[in-house]
């Protein structure tokens, strides 16, 4: 597999960006910048075309492009992120996906999206109820996905679904269950036997599906890289150190578009 991979590069105030769930921490931003570039690497080395969305250097959270997109086949749907300082990062992200040909639909109010509440499995697509994503919101993607199965989860104590789970190439889920509510992942029905498997870090549970059985994901969950490794998965790992000071993840910092 391989396509078109949607990045944005962090601007000089990136320090500033949103922190919720843990304790701000200085953030360098020449050190993200260069973090970003390697990160960007690791996708192109990996088939994955970077296109580049105008940087927004007064938007600080702007390098977290998945928020703003949640892109489902030739569809782009253009987010109304949860948090208001975010929203002007939209615009230009439609401007990207536009250029790339894809269909742009918008989530209009008072629905709210973070891309990084959807998180899509074969035919299902999970949808963190969170402070970010509203119920308005998710009405409005289920009605513009009539093909999927969007199922609401709902999140405690972390910022977005993908913050807690995500999915390993052959669907299994991987994710921290304290933080998610069980039931509406509906493991059983989904033919998951294997239940959800839980990472050795929390960083673990945020992987980057490249193609085939290539996983990227953040050097801070080495451990749990191993257990992939050791099922089989070719993992390569990046430092996003400055980013996850931001509650970001490897996952947030990139939309790939097959
Ligand atoms: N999808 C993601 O995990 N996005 C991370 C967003 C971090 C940013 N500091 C925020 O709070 O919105």
Not at 4 to 13: D, E, M, Q, S
Not at 207 to 230: H, I, N
Request: charged letters at 25%.
């Amino acid at each position: 597999m391989s396509g078109i991979a949607l990045v944005r590069k962090p601007g000089p105030r990136i320090a500033e960006g949103l922190v919720t769930h843990i304790e701000r921490e200085p953030v360098d931003p020449e050190r993200a910048l260069v973090q970003h570039e390697a990160y960007v690497a690791a996708l192109a080395a990996a088939g994955w075309t970077p296109v580049h969305v105008e940087p927004a250097d007064d938007l600080p959270d702007a390098p977290f492009v998945e928020d703003a997109v949640v892109v489902c086949g030739r569809l782009a749907v253009l987010t109304r992120p949860g948090a208001p300082e975010r929203r002007p990062e939209v615009a230009a992200v439609e401007e990207a996906v536009r250029g790339l040909g894809l269909r742009a639909v918008r989530v209009t109010r008072p629905g709210t999206l973070d891309g990084g509440d959807v998180l899509q499995v074969g035919r299902a697509v999970y949808v963190g109820r969170s402070s970010r994503t509203n119920d308005e919101g998710i009405a409005q993607l289920a009605a513009l996905l009539p093909e999927r199965q969007v199922r609401p989860v709902d999140l405690d104590g972390v910022l977005h679904l993908k913050s807690a789970v995500t999915a390993l190439p052959d669907g299994t889920l991987i994710g921290d269950p304290a933080h998610l509510d069980l039931a509406a992942l509906d493991l059983a029905r989904l033919d998951r036997p294997a239940g959800l498997l839980e990472p050795e870090e929390e960083s673990g549970a945020h992987v980057v599906l490249l193609g085939g059985d290539r996983v990227l994901m953040a050097a801070s969950a080495p451990r749990t890289a191993d257990l992939l490794v050791q099922r089989g998965l070719d993992v390569t790992t990046v430092d996003i150190s400055e980013f996850e000071k931001l509650e970001g993840c490897v996952t947030c910092l990139s939309v790939l578009i097959p």
